[in-house]
């Protein structure tokens, strides 16, 4: 059995979790398998087991692993750019495919979870200081926002060609940042218009109602 004391484990632990991290993402979580995992990180299927006990387990930390760098990326972008420029599809490229199968594979999602989590308290801190905040709560919001996000990830072959550049190189990444900044900073709807939407929303919300929402004006 190996010593736990060894100061090896901790490498060896971090390398099945890497392992764990590519076989789950190019094979999804049924598929996979302890032994295949054990192999892609050089070690037995016993250490394996040692260091997480299951496949379930393994999961689970590969998950925490995972929401650990998106809380740091979060700090990091509280702090900008006092903190210096942050490039975070370059940090999530290698967990790009663990990342699309643990959104798509049917099952509750940790990461999705602690994203919408950490977009809540962005929201919450910023209906605070709104005189008129949003009528719906921020929980929701911020799961439409985390989703909106992950999207990048999952459709980034389509969003690379509609900016005429990989959104993963610098110049994606710097054309996707100001994009993103435009967008939150110049709203579709002006405040009139989104008043009548919403009251239109309101009656229908409140009974049967013919009446089409109202159309945008120029």
């Not at 302890?34 to 299951?54: C, E, F, Q």
């Not at 459709?155 to 190189?169: I, M, S, W």
Request: hydrophobic share 40%; proline share 8%; net charge negative.
């Amino acid at each position: 059995m190996t010593n736990v004391s060894d100061p090896d484990d901790l490498t060896a632990r971090a390398r099945i979790r890497e392992a764990a991290i590519q076989q789950f993402g190019e094979l999804g979580f049924d598929r996979a398998t302890i032994r295949g995992i054990a192999t892609a990180a050089g070690v037995s299927s016993g250490l394996v087991r040692h260091h997480y006990g299951s496949k379930q387990a393994l999961r689970e930390a590969c998950d925490d692993h995972l929401t650990k760098i998106i809380g740091r990326l979060n700090e990091q972008a509280h702090a900008f750019p006092a903190a210096g420029p942050i490039n975070p599809a370059a940090e999530l490229r290698r967990y790009q495919n663990y990342l699309v199968r643990s959104l798509t594979d049917g099952g509750p999602s940790a990461i999705f979870d602690h994203m919408a989590a950490l977009s809540t308290e962005w929201l919450a801190a910023t209906d605070a200081a709104d005189p008129d905040p949003p009528r719906t709560p921020a929980t929701a919001r911020a799961a439409l926002l985390t989703a909106m996000s992950l999207s990048v990830t999952l459709l980034r072959p389509h969003l690379e060609r509609g900016f005429g550049v990989d959104p993963e190189t610098p110049e994606g990444e710097l054309l996707l940042m100001r994009s993103l900044v435009d967008l939150y900073s110049h709203p579709i709807l002006s405040r009139p218009e989104a008043e009548r939407i919403h009251t239109a929303l309101d009656a229908m919300a409140a009974g049967p109602n013919d009446q089409p929402l109202p159309r945008r004006t120029r």
